[in-house]
């Protein structure tokens, strides 16, 4: 009964490709899509050559670092990222955070495991961190994105997700109105932590987009202030560490 209760629900609700919004059709038979095909092959993977700290992808296959991370140190030891945040994805995200798309988290949390499964594996990760949202703007949109996200990456990889250790204690305008410096004098100090001594040895932050990486530097810096051991970064999606022609 439950079983066709399921396929019931796809029957009347079908769910919609996070790309093209087009509706997904599948067998009973067989396992529910998550995209359609023909965005799957659109889609712009992060690939090499890519920033050795925080995984932006590069123009120059000599270069080892972004232009960010060439000049600036950062607090997390490396960061990775899925897609190119541009085109399609870009317009995911929009539907996923300001339509209340939660479901397409599903299908971004398994792209992370399946692209960065062993990654995270190899570097021990006993903890994931979602961004958090003000709460001013948690009451606003109703969820965090990130949280979803690393909803869907903890139980694929039965890693425990912490929601309680972190928090955003000032609401920041908005990283992409800003430029540079303001992205970095935004979120002076916009985060603290629950306890002074967080005894966790690797934590794994997790957002939706990264841009200049203040964002997670900031958060990686409040948790090494109080007592982390390492932090990576993964995020769906992620800017070039290069300027366009």
């Known amino acids: 009964m439950k079983i066709y209760c399921k396929h019931l629900i796809r029957l009347l609700f079908p ?19 998550l995209v ?21 992808p590069l123009e120059d296959e000599r270069r080892e670092y972004c232009f960010d ?11 990775k990222a899925l897609w190119v945040y541009r085109g399609a994805v870009k317009e995911s ?40 949202l003000s709460k001013r703007r ?10 979803c ?5 903890g139980r694929q990889l039965g890693i425990p997700v912490y929601t309680n250790i972190l928090f955003r ?8 109105e800003l430029n540079d410096e303001e992205r970095k004098n935004n979120l002076k100090k916009a985060f603290k932590t629950t306890s002074n001594k967080v005894q966790l040895e690797h934590i794994l932050l997790i957002d939706d987009i990264y841009t200049t990486g203040s964002t997670m530097n900031e958060a990686a810096g409040e948790l090494k ?21």
């Open 93 to 132: 995200i929009y539907r996923f955070k300001y339509h209340s798309r939660q479901e397409y988290a599903q299908f971004y949390g398994r792209e992370l495991v399946r692209v960065y499964g062993q990654w995270i594996k190899k570097r021990k990760i006993d903890a994931l961190i979602p961004i958090p």
């Open 69 to 79: 991370c060439a000049r600036h140190a950062f607090d997390f030891a490396q960061g």
């Open 36 to 56: 359609c095909d023909d965005c799957r092959g659109k889609l712009e993977y992060v690939g090499e050559p890519a920033c050795k700290k925080c995984g932006k």
């Open 138 to 147: 948690l009451r606003r949109r109703g969820f965090n994105q990130a949280e």
């Open 149 to 153: 996200i690393a909803r869907e990456v």
């Open 225 to 245: 202030r109080s007592g982390a051991g390492e932090i990576y970064c993964l995020s769906v999606s992620i800017g070039r560490g290069y300027q366009e022609e």
């Open 169 to 176: 204690v000032r609401d920041t305008k908005a990283q992409k």
């Open 15 to 33: 769910p919609r490709c996070p790309f093209c919004d087009g509706i997904l059709l599948s067998s009973i038979f067989l396992p529910p899509k």
